[in-house]
């Protein structure tokens, strides 16, 4: 049921944007930012504290540096889709491939701690609605074949589901639980702080956005 939901997630948002064609991104942004602040939440209630109870600490916390050095490396190719950026430049298929190969890895990691952590699936969810809808425009300002930018996201769909599957059912995976979770927990630090402390424009206190930070907060400790 986990995987439909997540698979569902990504393929109503696509198909939502070639229906609607969305315009203003403002609700976009809002939406970002309550997935940022309810998956960091998430980690700070839910899995650091897992993690640093199974294995010596210098060690995990060396393993969520490398996630978030990881995350910083992938934003090199993806442009921040992550985050809700559009890619500023489409460039030809070399430039194309990287940016949907690093979006991908990140699905896949964000796989990882969803059986075993099972209220992250739902900042998961939320978080994949609007990289959706960033990935899907982006796709469609290609000009591709209608079947070329289905079969993308169908791909995008199954990555999260894929990594989920992976970590359940392969035992070298799961030898290395506790480091892999540690990685994943820094690319969800990076991400998430990311959308949440970027600069409102004129650096200006957005009300609104500082609300839907506090609800994903409240909701996250609720969950």
Same mark, same amino acid.
């Given at each position: ?20 064609? #969305? ?25 650091? #504290? ?110 999260? #589901? ?16 506790? #480091? ?44």
């Amino acid at each position: 049921m986990v995987y439909i939901l997540l698979i569902l997630a990504v393929l109503l948002s696509y198909l939502f944007v070639v229906g609607f064609n #969305p315009k203003n991104q403002y609700v976009l942004r809002l939406l970002l930012a309550f997935s940022g602040s309810f998956l960091l939440a998430l980690t700070i209630f839910e899995l650091l #504290p897992s993690v640093y109870r199974t294995t010596d600490h210098k060690t995990i916390g060396i393993f969520i540096l490398l996630g978030i050095l990881l995350q910083v490396f992938l934003e090199f190719y993806s442009q921040g889709l992550e985050h809700g950026h559009s890619p500023h430049s489409s460039g030809k298929g070399g430039a194309q491939i990287l940016i949907f190969g690093s979006l991908c890895i990140h699905a896949l990691l964000e796989g990882i701690p969803i059986q075993s952590y099972e209220p992250i699936v739902v900042g998961i969810l939320i978080h994949k609605i609007p990289v959706t809808v960033v990935l899907s425009i982006f796709l469609l300002n290609l000009n591709l074949k209608k079947y070329q930018s289905l079969g993308i996201i169908l791909l995008f769909s199954l990555m999260t #589901p894929l990594g989920s599957f992976l970590a359940q059912n392969f035992s070298l995976i799961q030898q290395y639980q506790a #480091p892999l979770l540690a990685l994943v927990i820094g690319v969800f630090l990076h991400i998430s702080t990311v959308i949440l402390f970027e600069s409102s424009k004129g650096h200006q206190v957005n009300t609104r956005k500082l609300f839907v930070i506090i609800l994903g907060i409240v909701v996250a400790y609720m969950v």
